[in-house]
């Protein structure tokens, strides 16, 4: 059974950080691209970042370069996402997914696995 479970969201300040983990289960982790999206009340989903698990390939979003840093232990099955310098328009519930892609990762593209959610609220 494939499984995708995040952890480590949370209430923070402006300009506080926290690190979201995702732990994968149920598939050949390194053969997959592992993305980060999150979904704000009222609002489309957003990618965010993405990293091919074998290659380290990246990709990020306009909105948090510079902020927001991906890095993947493979020998966990886990991803993690980085938020630093966090602002109150990051508040969001954030997902991660999972497609089959040993090269490369990409944000547009539709990924087939989706864990639960964790709810992110960055307070004023």
């Known amino acids: 059974e494939v499984q995708l479970v995040e952890s480590g969201g949370g209430l923070v300040q402006i300009g506080g950080s926290l690190r979201l983990s995702c732990e994968a289960s149920g598939f050949p982790f390194d053969d997959y691209a592992i993305g980060w999206f999150r979904q704000a009340p009222g609002k489309e989903r957003e990618g965010v970042l993405c990293?091919?698990?074998?290659?380290?390939?990246?990709e990020y979003a306009d909105s948090v370069k510079g902020r927001f840093t991906i890095s993947s232990d493979n020998a966990k099955n886990t991803v993690y996402l980085q938020m630093n310098a966090l602002k109150p328009e990051d508040t969001a519930v954030y997902y991660c997914a999972a497609v089959y892609n040993p090269i490369l990762c990409a944000l547009h593209v539709a990924y087939g696995y989706w864990g639960q959610g964790t709810q992110v609220t960055v307070s004023s």
């Open positions: 990293i091919s698990n074998s290659d380290n390939h990246r």
